[in-house]
């Protein structure tokens, strides 16, 4: 059974800070990351996808990315008010087939206090 | 206008009742996916299809059912089989090529399922 962790919230910080989102997978076999952006009674929207091991960084959002210990994160820098929202984690095997399908985390509610 | 549409947005369904939720893409995406989103969970994959007429149960299958006749469709029906419907139900697609990037997944708006 494939596992998508992440931290347990809520996460809150004050307005022009780092905000640091984790993930954790179990299937050492994961070859794509994804991050996902969810407003509240809203649907996912992609931000970042990830695919080798370092920083992938796009405006103020960084993805990091370690296969050896199995991690995962999202920093978002400057954050803002229109940064809250709940942040999805989700791992896929390979680019195609069966195993292109997502196993996805809980989710972590970011709140950003103006 | 690319994207993905869902219908109804929101649909409310008596005990014992078949409905069937709409999601239709034009950005030629081969791959089409269905999850259920419950309150404070992740999204769980109750089917999906790779291409036209064929299609895989994903972890919660039962009750259930969809088709894929049309690249651009995959309807899903929710049977009265399903126990506890009531939940957020999410359309995704993907181009599914092989190529990096390729299983990138986008979603629809969602039709949220209430059962009387």
């Known amino acids: 059974q494939k596992e998508v962790e992440q931290n347990s919230g809520p996460l809150s910080v004050p307005e022009g800070a780092i905000a640091s989102l984790n993930c954790t997978y179990s299937?050492?076999?994961?070859?794509?990351f994804f991050w996902y952006r969810q407003y509240s009674g809203k649907s996912p929207e992609l931000i970042m996808s990830?695919?080798?091991?370092g920083d992938k960084e796009d405006g103020r959002f960084t993805a990091q990315l370690n296969k050896a210990s199995q991690y995962v994160s999202l920093l978002i820098r400057d954050s803002q008010p229109s940064d809250s929202a709940t942040y999805l984690c989700a791992v896929s095997g390979l680019n195609t087939g069966a195993n292109s399908k997502l196993t996805f985390g809980k989710g972590i509610t970011l709140s950003v206090r103006p | 206008d690319g994207g993905i549409t869902q219908s109804p947005k929101y649909l409310f369904r008596k005990e014992g009742q078949n409905v069937t939720l709409s999601c239709e893409q034009n950005?030629?995406?081969?791959?089409m996916y269905w999850y259920r989103q419950d309150p404070g969970q992740g999204l769980r994959l109750i089917y999906y299809?790779?291409?036209?007429?064929?299609?895989q149960k994903g972890d919660i299958a039962e009750g259930y059912s969809v088709s894929r006749e049309k690249k651009e469709s995959f309807p899903l029906t929710v049977t009265s089989a399903q126990k506890n419907p009531t939940a957020f139900y999410l359309c995704a697609s993907s181009i599914d090529s092989g190529l990096a990037g390729s299983n990138e997944q986008f979603f629809g708006p969602g039709t949220r399922l209430t059962v009387l």
């Open positions: 299937d050492r076999g994961s070859q794509s």
């Open positions: 950005l030629n995406h081969d791959a």
């Open positions: 299809s790779q291409i036209v007429n064929d299609f």
């Open positions: 990830i695919y080798s091991n």
